[in-house]
C-alpha cells in the first residue's frame, strides 16, 4: 500500500507545493514550524481544501487529481484523521463518538458500538464509555480522537500535532501509548508536528516543511545528523555552516562566509560545495581576540543568551551564525550579555562536513 | 416617463387610505402661539376629513388649539367606558351616544348631522360597462362590508335586508371590516369589488371609487352625535366646541363634505 | 451611603420599573377578566374558529418561516456573497415596519393592483382576503425574528465539526442531523418560539392584508378587538386566555434546553 501526494495550492499570500510518498508500515512525521503549512496539507488531503495542481493517489485509486477531474468528498476517502484540537462532538458520549464513524459509513447503531467497543478497551477508554468530552481530562480526549479515527478502519491515517492538546507532564506516558497504536496499524501513518522530540521518537522518516516547501526529507537518523537548512539544525541544536572547501598555503579550509576555517588533513575535493555542522561545545568564545591559529574565528555581538540545566547556550550574530555552548559559571565570569561583542573560536577537528 | 410618476402617487394614497383606518390618535396641528390647553376631540373615523377642516376652523378662529382622535365609534366608546381623557365625543350612531349618555358618561348630545348608505365600487377601466351592485345576487365579487357591531356595518345590514339582498351579500363577503374606511381601504388596494359606507366617505372625484345610490325608497340614514364627555378637563372649551359645531361655519363646512345637517 | 449602594439601588429600582411595565398590565388584564364565563365563551362558534384559525395561521406561518427562513440564515452565515450586510438589514426590516404599513406592502406586491397581483390573477390566484394571505401576513411579520436567531446560532456552531464529520465519512446530510443540529438546537427552538409567539399576536398586517372573516381570515387578535366592540368583558377574557396558552408553550420550549 502506497500513498502519493503531490498538493499545490494558494491561500492569499501563503502557497503550499509539497511532493510526498509514504508506504504502509512506516511511520512518516511531517516537522515544521508554525505557519508551515502542515495543517493546511492534512486539510487537502482530507478533502476540506481543494488542491489546485497535482494529485492524491492511495495504491492505484486517484483521490483527487484536478487534472483528471477527480476530486473525491472527504467523507468518501479512506482516510483517519485526527485534527489538531482533536475536536471530539460535544453532545455525543466518549462510546458514540467512537462508534460515530461507522454509524456514518452505514452500519446500524449497535453494529456501530460493537466495533467502537474494542478500540475503547485498547485504549484504556471502557470506564469512560458513557462521559461526555468536556468531562474528560486531556489525555483522555486525546485517545478518544485517536480511538475514533481508527474506528473507520482506515488505510492511511493522519494525526495533526496528536499531542499538542496535552500538558507536558501527561505527554511521555500518551507518546508511547501512541507509538504502540502506531506499530499495530498496518496502513500508512503521517503524523504531523512542530515539536522535534517528538518527531524524533515516532518516525521514521522525517519530511521538514518550511514555508509550504518540503526542505529535506529522510530516515530520521540521517536528517537529524545531515540538516540541510539552518531551521533542521537548530532542532538539534547545532549550527550550519554553508561553504567551500579551498586550500589555503596548503592548508585545507572551509569558507563560510566570514569564516575561515582550518580543517585537518582529509579526504577532500578542491571546491566542493558543502554543509557543516558545528556541535554548540565546539565553539568557544573569549571576549579578548585568541591567539591560536588553529581555529577559525569570527567576531560579532552576542543575540541572545538561554539558560538550561546543566548548561548556556549563547547564540550569535556572526556571519555564518553560531551557537556556543558554556557553562554557566563562564557566564558570570566573562560577563557574557547580550549585545556584547565577543571572538568565537571553532574548532575544525570538531566540524561534520557533507556534501551540499 | 408618466407611469411610475402615477404609480408612486398611487402608492402614497393608498397608504394614506391604509393609516386613516387605525384607531390612532392623529392629532390637528395647534396653531402655534397658543398657550391655552388643547381640547381633545374623539371622533368616528368616518368623519376623519371633515372633523380636520372643522377643527382647524375652529383653531383659527378662537385661537384654541384641537387635538383629534379617530377610530370606530365602539372602539370610541369602549375608551370612554375605560376612562380616556377627553372633552368632546362625535360617534356615528345615536344608540351609541344613547348608551353613553345612560352611563353618565357623556352629557348634552345632539345630532349635528347625518350622511346616508351608499354602495361604493371600484371604477372599472374606461368605456367599460358600469357594474349594477343590484346584480350582486348573481356575480362572483368580492364585498366588504363594516362588521355589524360598528354603526357603518349595522346600517348596512338594515339597507341591504331592505333591498332583499342580505343573504346574497354575506354570502360575498370577504371582510367584515373593524371601522368604515377599512371598506374603501379594501377597495382601494385589496381589489374587492363593492362595498357599503357613508356617501361622505368618498368624494365626486375619486379616482378610483364611485358611489352608487341605493334604489328610490330606500334610505338608511347615520345620524351622527356629538355630546360633551363628563369627565373634560376643558368644560368650558368642550361646550364652545359643540356650540360651534351647531353654529353656521360648521354646518358649511359639513354641508359641502356632502353630509346633511338638521 | 456609598456609591456603590447607590448604584446598586439604581439598577434595581431601574428593573422593578421594567419588570412593572411588563407585569402590571399583564395582571390588570388577569384580574379584569371574568374567567368563570370561560365556558360560555369557549362555545361561541365564532370563538372556537378563532381559535383553530389562530393556531393554524400561526403554525403554518412558522413552518413557512422555518422553510424560507433557514436557507437565507444559512446563507447569511455560511456564503460568502456581496452585499451580505445589506441584506442582512433588508430581512430585518419587517421588524421596525408598523404591522399596517406591512400588510399594505404586501398588498402592493400581491394586492389585485399590486405588482404582482396581475400575473397571479391571470392565473387564477387572488391572495388578499384568504386565509393563505393571513398565513403570508403573519410569516412576513414573524420569519426575521427566526431568521436572526438561526444566523447567529449557524455563525456559532463551529464548521470544523462537521469537517470532522465528513472526514469520518458522514454525508453533508448525516453531519446535518447529527453534528450540526444538536448545537443549533436551542436557538432554533428559541427562534421558533419567538416566531411563533409573534405570529400568534399579529393583527395590523392581518387585517391589513387578509381581511376580517370568521372562519377564514379572523384570527384571535381579530376576534379580541371584535368582541371589544360589542362585549369588552368577553374580549379581555379571551385576551387572558391567549395570555395563558402563550406562556405555557413558550414556557414548555424554554425547558427543552439540553442539559449541560
Redesign the interface.
Same mark, same amino acid.
Request: charged residues 10%.
Given at each position: 500500500m502506497s500513498l502519493h501526494a503531490r498538493v499545490q495550492l494558494s491561500r492569499g499570500s501563503f502557497e503550499l507545493d509539497v511532493e510526498l510518498s509514504a508506504r504502509a508500515g512506516e511511520t512518516i512525521c511531517l516537522l515544521g514550524p508554525n505557519g508551515s503549512g502542515k495543517s493546511t496539507l492534512v486539510e487537502a488531503l !482530507?478533502?476540506?481544501l481543494e488542491i489546485e495542481s497535482g494529485e492524491i493517489v492511495l495504491d492505484q485509486q486517484t483521490i483527487e487529481s484536478p487534472r483528471a477531474g477527480v476530486r473525491l =468528498? =472527504?467523507?468518501? /476517502?479512506p %482516510?483517519?484523521?485526527m %485534527?489538531q484540537?482533536l475536536?471530539l %462532538? =460535544?453532545?455525543l458520549s466518549v462510546l458514540d463518538n467512537v462508534a %460515530?464513524?461507522p454509524r !456514518?459509513?452505514g452500519m446500524s447503531r449497535s453494529e456501530a458500538r460493537s466495533r467502537a467497543e474494542p478500540l475503547l478497551a485498547r485504549l484504556d477508554l471502557e470506564r469512560l464509555a458513557d462521559r461526555k468530552p468536556p468531562a474528560l481530562s486531556g489525555g483522555e480526549a486525546q485517545r478518544v480522537a485517536l480511538a /475514533? !479515527?481508527l474506528a473507520?478502519e482506515p488505510r492511511a491515517l493522519l494525526l495533526d500535532e496528536p499531542l499538542s492538546a496535552l500538558d507536558l507532564e501527561a505527554r511521555p506516558r500518551t507518546r508511547s501509548l501512541l507509538q504502540q497504536m502506531l506499530q499495530a496499524f498496518d496502513g500508512i501513518r503521517l503524523v504531523i508536528t512542530h515539536d522535534p522530540l517528538e518527531a524524533l521518537l515516532l518516525a521514521d522518516r522525517l519530511v521538514i516543511l518550511e514555508e509550504g516547501r518540503i526542505l529535506q526529507s529522510g530516515p530520521a537518523d540521517e536528517v537529524r545528523r545531515r540538516p540541510r537548512t539552518p531551521y533542521v539544525a537548530s532542532l538539534t541544536g547545532v549550527s550550519l555552516l554553508r561553504g567551500e572547501l579551498r586550500r589555503k598555503h596548503g592548508t585545507p579550509c572551509l569558507f563560510a562566509e566570514d569564516l575561515e576555517l582550518p580543517l585537518p588533513e582529509a579526504t577532500m575535493v578542491e571546491g566542493d560545495a558543502v554543509l557543516a555542522t558545528v556541535a554548540p561545545n565546539a565553539v568557544e568564545l573569549s571576549t579578548e581576540p585568541p591567539q591560536h591559529h588553529q581555529r577559525g574565528l569570527l567576531a560579532g555581538e552576542i543575540e541572545s543568551i538561554e539558560l538550561a540545566a546543566s548548561h548556556t547556550l549563547v547564540r550569535l550574530a556572526t556571519r555564518p551564525r553560531l551557537c556556543a555552548e558554556v557553562s554557566s559559571e563562564a557566564v558570570s565570569r566573562q560577563g557574557l550579555r547580550p549585545g556584547l561583542r565577543v571572538w568565537a573560536s571553532v574548532d575544525g577537528g570538531a566540524v561534520d562536513i557533507y556534501p551540499r | 416617463m408618466r407611469q411610475p410618476d402615477r404609480a408612486a402617487g398611487k402608492a402614497a394614497t393608498l397608504l394614506a387610505a391604509a393609516l386613516a383606518t387605525l384607531p390612532l390618535p392623529t392629532g390637528c396641528q395647534a396653531s402655534s402661539g397658543s398657550r391655552k390647553p388643547a381640547i381633545v376631540v374623539l371622533a368616528a373615523a368616518s368623519l376623519t376629513e371633515v372633523f380636520r377642516e372643522i377643527g382647524t376652523a375652529y383653531e383659527s378662529e378662537r385661537e384654541r388649539p384641537v387635538r383629534l382622535s379617530f377610530a370606530g365609534s365602539q372602539t370610541l366608546a369602549t375608551q370612554l367606558r375605560e376612562g380616556v381623557r377627553a372633552d368632546v365625543v362625535a360617534v356615528a350612531d345615536p344608540e351609541i351616544l344613547a348608551d353613553l349618555v345612560e352611563r353618565d358618561l357623556v352629557a348634552r348630545p345632539r345630532q349635528f348631522a347625518t350622511s346616508r348608505i351608499v354602495w361604493v365600487l371600484r371604477r372599472g377601466p374606461a368605456g367599460a360597462q358600469r357594474r349594477d351592485p343590484m346584480d350582486l345576487a348573481g356575480s362572483d365579487w368580492q364585498l366588504v362590508l363594516a362588521s355589524p357591531e360598528v354603526p357603518a356595518g349595522a346600517y348596512a345590514r338594515r339597507a341591504l335586508d331592505a333591498l332583499g339582498l342580505r343573504e346574497a351579500a354575506e354570502a360575498r363577503v370577504v371582510s367584515y371590516e373593524l371601522d368604515v374606511r377599512g371598506v374603501t381601504a379594501k377597495l382601494r388596494l385589496a381589489g374587492a369589488d363593492l362595498g357599503m359606507v357613508y356617501a361622505t366617505d368618498v368624494r365626486p372625484d375619486d379616482p378610483d371609487l364611485e358611489l352608487v345610490e341605493l334604489p328610490p325608497g330606500v334610505r338608511v340614514l347615520a345620524g351622527y352625535g356629538a355630546g360633551l364627555v363628563r369627565e373634560a378637563a376643558q368644560p368650558d372649551g368642550a361646550v364652545a366646541f359643540l356650540d360651534f359645531l351647531d353654529g353656521p361655519r360648521a354646518r358649511q363646512i359639513l354641508t359641502r363634505a356632502g353630509f346633511g345637517t338638521p | 451611603m456609598s456609591l456603590r449602594w447607590l448604584q446598586l439601588l439604581g439598577l434595581y429600582a431601574a428593573a422593578a420599573l421594567g419588570l412593572a411595565l411588563t407585569l402590571v398590565p399583564l395582571a390588570g388584564l388577569s384580574i379584569r377578566a371574568p374567567w368563570a364565563s370561560t365556558l360560555e365563551l369557549l362555545q361561541m362558534p365564532s370563538v372556537r374558529s378563532a381559535i383553530g384559525l389562530s393556531f393554524a395561521v400561526s403554525g403554518a406561518a412558522t413552518l413557512l418561516s422555518l422553510l424560507l427562513g433557514f436557507p437565507l440564515a444559512w446563507l447569511l452565515a455560511r456564503v460568502s456573497i456581496p452585499g451580505k450586510r445589506w441584506l442582512r438589514t433588508l430581512l430585518t426590516l419587517p421588524l421596525v415596519l408598523p404591522p399596517v404599513v406591512a400588510g399594505v406592502a404586501l398588498l402592493a406586491a400581491f394586492g389585485r393592483y399590486g405588482l404582482l397581483g396581475a400575473s397571479l390573477d391571470a392565473v387564477g390566484i387572488r391572495l388578499p382576503f384568504t386565509t393563505l394571505a393571513a398565513v403570508l401576513a403573519a410569516t412576513f411579520v414573524s420569519a426575521p425574528l427566526l431568521i436572526t436567531s438561526l444566523e447567529s446560532a449557524l455563525l456559532q456552531a463551529e464548521v470544523r465539526l462537521e469537517q470532522v464529520a465528513a472526514s469520518l465519512g458522514a454525508s453533508p446530510w448525516h453531519s446535518f442531523w447529527t453534528v450540526l443540529m444538536p448545537s443549533i438546537r436551542p436557538a432554533l427552538l428559541a427562534g421558533l418560539a419567538l416566531c411563533w409567539a409573534r405570529a400568534l399576536g399579529e393583527f395590523g398586517a392581518t387585517i391589513t392584508f387578509a381581511g376580517n372573516l370568521e372562519g377564514r381570515t379572523q384570527t384571535l387578535p381579530l376576534a379580541i378587538y371584535q368582541l371589544l366592540q360589542s362585549r369588552p368583558e368577553a374580549a379581555l377574557l379571551l385576551g387572558a386566555l391567549l395570555l395563558v396558552v402563550s406562556v405555557l408553550v413558550l414556557a414548555s420550549l424554554r425547558g427543552h434546553r439540553p442539559a449541560p
Open positions: !482530507a478533502g476540506l =468528498p =472527504p467523507q468518501l /476517502r %482516510f483517519g484523521v %485534527f484540537g475536536w %462532538f =460535544p453532545h %460515530f464513524g !456514518a459509513r /475514533r !479515527a473507520v | - | -
